[in-house]
């Protein structure tokens, strides 16, 4: 029998066609020399501690890791003052939220999200086989009253990012509380608070409260923002003990690294590096986005370590993102987020945003000459 002929029955679940599989800020860029602000990374790196710890790891790979991650979820639950069976870990909090769709919708279900919500939330639902749907937002914000809008008889996850990627935009303590009162109690809300330690306003929540009064709520976190340890990929969830067992039965076994493992540890006990980070990027993001909009672009407010610029239009961004590059710096396009207009750009070193600003003058001054 033909291969090709055979090969072309066989079908993959509904809607796994329909993926335009997730490409990172750096995808297609190994060049050493560019300095990537694609990504939102940490430009300080991970706490000397952790560097430390790993040099100094005498585990022997050929063992398996601790499938039930008790030691980095007792550091978890201490570290926040939370009931560690109400944790689960995980390989990234990407497979986490993936772990949730999976287990609380499926075809014909619905999986809602804001419009500029992050790209792998549709993804996680058309791989299970349900619908992704995104409610519409106003002035780059998640609008509470737009996701409660589009709640139908199918919804049956919705995912929020707060503070969202790539806007840098977040919903207030007052928002949130409504959004978690006003959902039905039989639909799950995922708070992905990927950016949370990075906020400083008093009006912010992570979500930990929320998960504390309302059963059908999880927060996910991650270790590759703030800790620097994007590479190792971790992250971790809080939930209900009855989400967490749940999950607990989905995810694998051992879905994550002995390393990763003695990694968030040591990074959760440097508070010391943790405060540095938060003010550091708290000052260079400041520089950045007035370093921009000294330079008469438009910045969108941010509280995470990335902003969201908007140019004149596609062809303008488009040409600034490729002059960057030639001048060995990556920034993001958001196009697939249906921003064409617009560059996401990470909070880096002063040096780097002096780089970065220093050539995004001379485009100017080119473009403004054609």
Not at 197 to 214: C, L
Request: net charge neutral; with cysteine.
């Amino acid at each position: 029998m033909n291969k090709k002929r055979l090969l072309s029955q066989i079908n993959p679940k509904p809607g796994i066609s329909s993926i335009e599989p997730y490409k990172g800020g750096n995808h297609n860029f190994s060049n050493a020399n560019l300095i990537n602000l694609a990504s939102n990374e940490s430009f300080v790196g991970p706490s000397p501690k952790v560097v430390k710890s790993l040099n100094n790891s005498s585990y022997s790979i050929n063992r398996y890791p601790d499938g039930s991650t008790f030691l980095l979820r007792q550091a978890i639950s201490e570290r926040y003052n939370l009931d560690v069976d109400k944790i689960v870990c995980g390989c990234g909090s990407d497979e986490l939220i993936d772990i949730l769709v999976r287990s609380f919708s499926g075809p014909s279900d619905e999986v809602l999200f804001s419009q500029y919500g992050f790209l792998m939330y549709s993804i996680a639902a058309k791989s299970n086989g349900a619908i992704p749907i995104a409610a519409p937002e106003y002035n780059l914000k998640t609008d509470v009253h737009s996701i409660l809008s589009s709640i139908s008889n199918q919804t049956k996850v919705i995912l929020i990012a707060n503070p969202n990627n790539p806007t840098g935009s977040y919903l207030n303590k007052i928002e949130l509380e409504l959004l978690c009162r006003e959902i039905p109690k039989n639909i799950l809300l995922v708070i992905d608070s990927a950016y949370a330690e990075f906020v400083t306003d008093d009006d912010y929540d992570s979500g930990i409260s929320f998960v504390n009064k309302f059963d059908n709520v999880v927060m996910t976190r991650t270790f590759s923002k703030l800790y620097g340890l994007a590479s190792l990929r971790l992250g971790w969830s809080y939930s209900s003990k009855y989400i967490a067992e749940i999950m607990d039965k989905v995810r694998q076994p051992f879905n994550v690294n002995s390393l990763a493992q003695i990694a968030g540890i040591e990074a959760l006990g440097d508070f010391d590096h943790e405060n540095f980070i938060v003010k550091k990027n708290k000052e260079n993001l400041i520089k950045l986005k007035n370093g921009i909009e000294s330079l008469g672009f438009e910045v969108m407010p941010s509280v995470a370590n990335f902003v969201l610029v908007k140019f004149k239009n596609f062809s303008y961004s488009a040409s600034m993102y490729d002059y960057l590059i030639s001048k060995k710096v990556l920034v993001r396009k958001v196009t697939a987020y249906g921003l064409p207009d617009y560059l996401r750009i990470t909070v880096g070193k002063i040096e780097e945003i002096n780089l970065l600003l220093q050539s995004m003058q001379e485009f100017k001054n080119v473009y403004n000459e054609k």
